[in-house]
């Protein structure tokens, strides 16, 4: 267990709503990600960090920002959701480049 | 382009027999390639990880093989269980700009039956 928690674990909202999901961790991981996971397609990897205040895109971050003002927390906020956006959002965290990541419960997003 | 193929897309077996799943992938530079399991609810979890070096790495009843010259690996599941009912998932990760980027498989759906 490497200590993540998701939340809010399941969300409904309406287009064009603002969405702010959240990833806590409490082992001092450096890395973090956050992923969605829809049928059909592989896990997807949207940004990640590697380290306070350092953020990159991943392969399908368009729509989606991020931030870690702080270790322990690493924000996904979907500024103004689409129904594109459903789906599971997996939040994950590593300790260095060679390590395997740790995965939270996911979140299900659905926007109507 | 960065892609992953896991084959079958589906598999169902009796408890007790073995079973193996297939990865190939395009992946390049290649760094490390790992096999998570993914129970229906939960996030994956790390099953093995294999280097460029190594062609075979054991997990308890699993066991992975890498043939890095045709980009394949499998992983081979003995005496399966009916916790071994999963999503089983192959992840190659290249290097970039100093991090390791992942490409994630669409998985194999394994269903063991009493």
């Known amino acids: 267990d490497a200590g993540i928690t998701q939340s809010p674990r399941h969300k409904v909202t309406e287009t064009g709503t603002p969405v702010t999901l959240r990833c806590h961790q409490t082992?001092?991981?450096?890395?973090m990600y956050w992923y969605r996971q829809d049928p059909g397609h592989g896990l997807r990897l949207i940004h990640y960090?590697?380290?306070?205040?350092?953020?990159d895109k991943g392969e399908v971050s368009d729509g989606y920002s991020v931030s870690r003002s702080k270790t322990e927390d690493f924000l996904l906020t979907l500024e103004s959701a689409t129904s594109s956006q459903t789906s599971v959002y997996f939040c994950?965290?590593?300790?260095?480049?060679?390590?395997?990541?740790?995965f939270g419960d996911g979140t299900r997003l659905s926007i109507l | 382009k960065n892609q992953v193929e896991q084959s079958p897309q589906s598999l169902i077996i009796l408890e007790g027999k073995n079973c193996t799943l297939q990865?190939?992938?395009?992946?390049?530079?290649?760094?490390?390639l790992r096999w998570y399991k993914q129970d229906t609810g939960r996030g994956p979890v790390s099953l093995t990880i294999?280097?460029?070096?190594?062609n075979t790495k054991s997990n308890g009843r699993y066991t992975a093989t890498l043939d890095a010259d045709t980009k394949q690996s499998s992983l081979h599941i003995t005496a399966s269980q009916l916790s071994d009912s999963a999503s089983y998932i192959c992840?190659?990760?290249?290097?970039?700009?100093?991090?390791?980027?992942?490409?994630f498989g669409r998985g194999t759906s394994l269903i063991v039956h009493p």
């Open positions: 994950a965290v590593k300790q260095g480049l060679n390590q395997p990541q740790h």
């Open positions: 082992e001092n991981h450096r890395y």
């Open positions: 960090s590697y380290g306070v205040k350092d953020t």
């Open positions: 990865c190939n992938y395009t992946v390049s530079p290649f760094s490390n």
């Open positions: 294999m280097t460029f070096s190594e």
């Open positions: 992840v190659v990760s290249r290097a970039s700009g100093g991090s390791y980027i992942p490409t």
